[in-house]
């Protein structure tokens, strides 16, 4: 069981990126899928996630800006990040977990993926 996150990149503020996370090994549908990300010097911190419902939750750093989305069928999950800031500059990880509620909570997900590297300019 792995998770694969991609679609990371060196942008200006105010530029869109989309991330990816392939979930393999198994079906996904009924997880918690969820992002964090990591600055240097700095704890990891939630993003976004939804529930196996499909319900959505946002940091507060990120609302209005990214949206996260899952396509069960094909065990993806994206997040679309716009109006970029360098502040946003980070190790984005994708994790999944069987729980539902706190999804802010990172101890709550058992599957983690590599992280992809976005670094936004100003």
């Known amino acids: 069981v792995q998770l694969q996150a991609s679609g990371g990149g060196l942008v200006q503020a105010g530029d869109s990126l989309r991330l990816s996370c392939t979930a393999s090994?198994?079906?996904?549908?009924?997880?918690?899928m969820g992002w964090f990300r990591q600055a240097p010097g700095k704890e990891r911190d939630f993003v976004a996630a939804?529930?196996?419902?499909?319900?959505?939750y946002y940091a507060d750093s990120v609302k209005g800006r990214f949206t996260i989305s899952r396509d069960d069928a094909e065990n993806m999950v994206y997040l679309q990040m716009n109006s970029l800031k360098p502040e946003d500059t980070a190790v984005y990880y994708c994790?999944?977990?069987?729980?539902?509620?706190?999804?802010?909570?990172?101890?709550?997900?058992?599957?983690w993926g590599q992280g992809t590297q976005v670094t936004v300019s100003s």
């Open positions: 994790a999944a977990g069987y729980f539902r509620g706190s999804y802010y909570d990172d101890a709550r997900y058992d599957l």
């Open positions: 939804v529930g196996d419902r499909g319900t959505t």
């Open positions: 090994g198994r079906a996904f549908g009924d997880y918690a």
